[in-house]
């Protein structure tokens, strides 16, 4: 009786050990879990930043009902610099293959917003179902990834019952289910990647519901001597692809292209 009460007890003892550990590990894989998150966001946070008078806590201590926020910070107006290259490919899109880490085309799937560190703006982190890589980056193979996290200026907060939007000028919102080219950048310290004005193009584009100011045609206003972003000049999403291809391929074979991520 003694010896099989003996018996009983190690095992009971022996299963706790087994629940404690397996409860430990558990904890530990959120703990890390949790860390991983709070660095991403500290570092996405001071990425973008805003362009207001008032920060967005200001602004609500300030009105009443929903706010929205605004920033042009975000766009660079990169210049075409005055690289050796044809009539074709685009010297504009040349000119981006060059300063970007990875080119791809891409799903909008979910977004997650946030306030920046200076507390004026709104970013986001999307994760994107890949669907093509056009360029890939050594630094972070994407090779054959499902999804990749992708960080852009704007979008949407609820703050106590309010919501915040945020605008980034020249760049409209994700919408998911959509179809995206994305110039993007890679951002070491979390595996993500940027996304900048400028440097995403909607493949989802209706030329019956633009005008002439779109992305895909010559802007009257984009002319490179004033520092303005040169437009496309693709007449249609697939144009632009087969246009970028052709960009991508001409910059791999150049020596003065690095990919330096940002200017």
């Known amino acids: 009786m003694y010896r099989r009460s003996s018996v009983l007890f190690q095992g009971i003892l022996a299963l706790m050990i087994a629940v404690l550990l397996c409860v430990t590990a558990s904890l530990g894989q959120v703990d890390t879990q949790q860390s991983k998150t709070d660095n991403t966001e500290k570092v996405h946070s001071q990425i973008f930043h805003g362009d207001q008078v008032l920060s967005i806590p200001e602004h609500l201590s300030k009105t009443t ?5 605004t920033s042009n910070a975000d766009h660079d ?30 799903t909008p799937l979910k977004g997650v917003s946030h306030m920046t560190a200076d507390q004026f703006f709104i970013y986001s982190d999307w994760t994107m179902r890949i669907e093509e890589v056009l360029q890939d980056t050594s630094k972070a193979p994407i090779g054959n990834s499902d999804t990749i996290l992708v960080v852009r200026p704007g979008g949407k907060l609820e703050i106590n019952g309010r919501t915040v939007n945020g605008i980034a000028w020249n760049f409209p919102e994700f919408q998911p289910d959509g179809k995206y080219l994305l110039f993007l950048t890679y951002i070491p310290q979390t595996g993500a990647f940027k996304a900048k ?7 989802y584009f209706d030329p019956r519901n633009v005008d002439k100011s779109h992305q895909y ?3 009257e206003s984009a002319a490179p001597e004033e520092g303005q972003y040169a437009l496309a000049k693709s007449a249609s999403p697939d144009e632009l692809v087969i246009n970028s291809r052709a960009a991508i391929s001409y910059a791999a074979g150049m020596t003065t292209c690095k990919k330096t991520g940002d200017e």
């Open 197 to 203: 004005t400028g440097r995403v193009f909607n493949l």
């Open 65 to 69: 009902g929903d706010i929205t926020v």
């Open 77 to 106: 107006g990169l210049l075409v610099f005055g690289i050796d290259a044809p009539p074709y490919p685009p010297e504009w899109l040349v000119d981006l293959a060059c300063w970007t880490d990875a080119v791809v085309i891409a």
């Open 217 to 219: 045609q010559r802007g």
